[in-house]
């Protein structure tokens, strides 16, 4: 009997597709139930699922997520898309997933059960197809390494799912004790292709094969990096070896700490993932060891402070301070001493603390600033570490200097009663921040920055207090209606210019004109 797993957050719709399902196929499917993606998730890990029908539009995890979710899964069901959004953006990513089934809500049961047929022919052949490549060498190949990738780079499997799933492929050697070893290109992997990658891993490992008395395999991961299992604790130093000696390119290799149970392989490929991150740290290609770093300081304190005085020093002139007090905070020998979680906080913090303050402030007007800060926005986009350390010392000088001719632009406040002028001969127009800022040339987040500090007031409250101001006026010298007043000084409806001006006068429009008028008569 096949599992076909129904997704909706609607439960009547679940238990009406259910109930159409039964009633044209009686005894053909067992029929699971979820309410969103992520319980979706726990039936398909966890149950053999062969197909699904899921809505799109639901909490916590949306249809197009879970079918993302489930793309390298190789117990991936095929897959019915039910949703009543009629629209082709949806229907684009479900084809990119390779969904082939879309159905508009409500659904007509003779076109249900139309798409149930289609999608049982297409497991009848994919099933045929599986069995007619089991034979093949190649296939099984691609098979173990979409298994090897899944159960290392997923968390999420107890220890009996990972021995019964990979023990039948041939791994139970993992048993006698193993290893993992990371090896990636030191180097621009994009420039160089990672198909040429992966055919010379693949090429030293077939060079160097004959040599080894142990058993070996390998898979690349979703980074793009090879990933290699060894057998035995030992054997693995002479494959790291052969690599070396044997490689026509750079690369780095890191090895995760011996393990001896197949379920740990999980573990395993994160030592050696944990490793990689430290040949950043090295000054040339070569290899870490999982047992060198393991044991580095976890306890610190990520220099907040003297990255807040970095964003406080830009502008003011104190290029040399500036440099110094950034070697410090990215000085190696400090961070050498830590675990690596240290030094991304570092990072962290420079983009938020720094970069990222600073552009909300000023603005991202340069086109070299912005692709320099887009590189450094990321440790890891960096083979070595010195190479990160000039680039953001580098984004540094560029944005001191670019505040620093912000700063200068604003000495005699020119621009500012520039625009205040505007404001006084415009207030009644439909005017705002973003075209005043463009009228005086400032970028918008400096004009804001500016304009507080000339006026003591940020521009939405500056504006209206002079609409009201005229308004005031208008009440008192003339016969206007209330809403001609209103839209006299620039307001588009009469109750926000009541509402303002309550707000600022704690009084109507019209409370205001009789209290001047009783005011008047009695004089």
Known sequence: MRRLLIVDDEKNIRLGLKAMIQREYRDVYEIYLASDGLEALEWIRTTDIDMMLTDISMPEMDGIQLIKQLQDDPRKPVIVIVSGYDDFSYAKAAIHYNVKEYLLKPVVREELSMAIKRLEDDLLRREGVTEALS??????????????????????????????????????????????????????????????????????????????????????????????????????????????????????????????????????????????????????????LFEDIQHKERQFEVPVDKIKMIAN????????????????????????????????????????LVFDHVFHLYGKESVEILKRYKAVGDLYNFVYFQDYVREVEGLLMLVNDYIKTLKSA????????????????????????TIISNMVSFNYY??????????GENFVNYLKKYRIGKAKQLLETTNDKIYEIAAQVGFENTKNFNRVFKEIEGVSPLEYRNQKKILMDGK
């Not at 400096?446 to 006026?455: D, K, L, N, P, W």
């Open 313 to 352: 020093m830009l502008g003011a002139g104190r290029e040399k301070e500036l440099s110094k007090l950034l070697h410090e905070v990215l000085d190696i020998d400090v961070i050498d001493v830590y675990d690596i979680v240290y030094l991304e906080g570092v990072s962290r913090q420079l983009n938020e």
């Open 135 to 288: 034979a093949s060498l190649q296939q099984r190949e691609a098979y173990l390494e979409s298994q090897l990738l899944f159960y290392s780079t997923e968390p999420a499997f107890d220890a009996e799912e990972v021995r019964g799933k990979l023990s039948p492929l041939g791994l139970d050697w993992l048993d006698n004790g193993f290893r993992v070893v990371i090896v990636k290109y030191a180097g621009d992997i994009k420039a160089m292709g990672a198909h040429v990658f992966q055919a010379q891993v693949d090429g030293l490992l077939g060079k160097t094969k004959p040599d080894f008395d142990f058993r070996f395999a390998r898979f690349f991961d979703r980074n793009g990096r090879a990933v290699i299992l060894t057998e035995g604790i030992h054997p693995c130093e002479s494959l790291i070896l052969s690599i070396s000696l044997t490689a026509e390119f750079d690369y780095m290799l890191a090895m995760s700490g011996p393990h001896s149970k197949i379920e740990s392989i999980q573990a395993a490929y994160e030592e050696a993932s944990h490793s990689m991150k430290y040949s950043l740290l090295r000054s040339t290609p070569g290899m870490v």
């Open 446 to 455: 400096y004009f804001s920055q500016a304009f507080r500090e000339y006026t």
């Open 410 to 433: 604003k000495i005699d406040h020119k621009e500012m009663k520039e625009a205040l002028q505007y404001i006084h001969d415009n207030y009644y127009k439909n005017i705002n921040m």
